[in-house]
């Protein structure tokens, strides 16, 4: 656990911290003065033990909680049905009660493999879900668990989360690239990759957002139906109401060209002596445990309303996590 007492703004707390998302954002908090960030990691904070969350949550008192912490084992999650509800199902609805209590506002996590992926444009809020594998499922149950807790939750749905930090496509690839010349990588799942350093900076702006009265809500108003069909709590009209919000990455590319880009950068930077070729195959031909949805767009519309605009371009956050690996011996 570590605590930044030289800062001043929101106190916000931070499950997760040694995930790719938790990292990023003990990354912005090291360079961004805007804001108190506590972080916490699992073996200090099982989120899934509710006496332990209620002492942590009681001895740091605080404006926000964002929840970097998940099981996102997805291909192992059907397996371990028990560890994959208990983190993502019901964790996050116990923290949106506790969050209640206290006055904080919870901002949650959550992902794109909550829709089934048929859709021929990019996802938004309203869309129905339609998870097509238990990882999305518990995902799913736990929006829904923390929403029904406390309305004024914010869910962020994100996808194909990379960083420089723990396990992701960048570094398989890289790892592949380096003890094969020849690859085949599917390209008929379409998605936006996502920079956890964007990410976080899409988070730290909402929660800093959220502390923020609306300059129009009038005193005593009403719940009001946002366009992302959810209601704003009452008690403290929010310039950000809760419900779920999407953000991900830009331009939408299939895993075959996010592939391709990663050896083209990665080349350019002199991190691989030369380029494997990479074939592009169809998911058929690489069955995994578990299904993907196909379209993995999610639409970031109404985020960036919100918000104004979010730096979102991963080919920008790849090239930052290559540097970054190009500065250390390798990125294994
Ligand atoms: N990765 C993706 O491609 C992706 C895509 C879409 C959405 N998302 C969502 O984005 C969010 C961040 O993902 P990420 O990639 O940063 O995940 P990550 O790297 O797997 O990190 C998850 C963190 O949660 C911690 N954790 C697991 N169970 C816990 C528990 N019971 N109590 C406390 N901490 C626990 C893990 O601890 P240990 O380090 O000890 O395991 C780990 O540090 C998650 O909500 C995820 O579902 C991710």
């Not at 990019?122 to 518990?138: C, H, K, Q, V």
Request: hydrophobic residues 45%.
């Amino acid at each position: 656990m570590s605590r930044d007492i030289a800062r001043s703004g929101p106190q916000i707390l931070v499950t997760g911290m040694d995930g790719q998302l938790g990292r990023s954002l003990q990354a912005l908090a090291a360079q961004d003065l805007s804001a108190v960030y506590i972080f916490v990691k699992r073996t200090d904070l099982d989120i899934t033990d509710a006496a332990a969350l209620e002492r942590w949550l009681d001895a740091h008192p605080a404006d926000a909680l964002i929840n970097a912490a998940a099981y996102t084992a997805v291909d192992r999650a059907a397996a371990e049905p028990d560890a994959a509800l208990a983190v993502n199902a019901h964790a996050p609805g116990l923290m949106a009660r506790c969050c209640a209590a206290r006055g904080m506002r919870l901002l949650h996590v959550s992902t794109d493999y909550v829709f089934d992926g048929t859709s021929d444009r990019a996802y938004r809020e309203t869309d129905a879900p339609g998870p097509l594998n238990s990882y999305g499922r518990s995902k799913l149950l736990g929006e829904q668990a923390a929403l029904a807790a406390a309305p004024d939750a914010i869910i962020v749905r994100t996808s194909w989360v990379f960083s420089a930090w723990g396990s992701n496509f960048v570094r398989t690839m890289l790892r592949l690239g380096a003890q094969h010349d020849h690859l085949r990588v599917i390209d008929d799942q379409i998605g936006g990759p996502t920079w956890a350093g964007h990410l976080a900076q899409a988070l730290h702006r909402l929660a800093l957002k959220s502390q923020a009265s609306s300059a129009a809500a009038p005193a005593l108003c009403q719940p009001a139906l946002h366009p992302n069909g959810n209601r704003a709590a009452s008690a403290a009209p929010s310039s950000v109401p809760g419900g779920v919000y999407h953000f991900a990455g830009a331009p939408w590319v299939s895993w075959h060209g996010f592939a391709q880009e990663i050896f083209a950068q990665a080349l350019e930077l002199g991190l691989i002596p030369r380029l494997p070729a990479v074939e592009a195959i169809p998911s058929r031909d690489w069955p995994s445990p578990e299904p993907r949805p196909a379209n993995s767009r999610l639409d970031c519309t109404q985020l960036e309303a919100l918000l104004g605009p979010l730096e979102r371009d991963w080919r920008i956050g790849l090239d930052q996590v290559l540097r970054t690996w190009n500065a250390r011996p390798g990125p294994a």
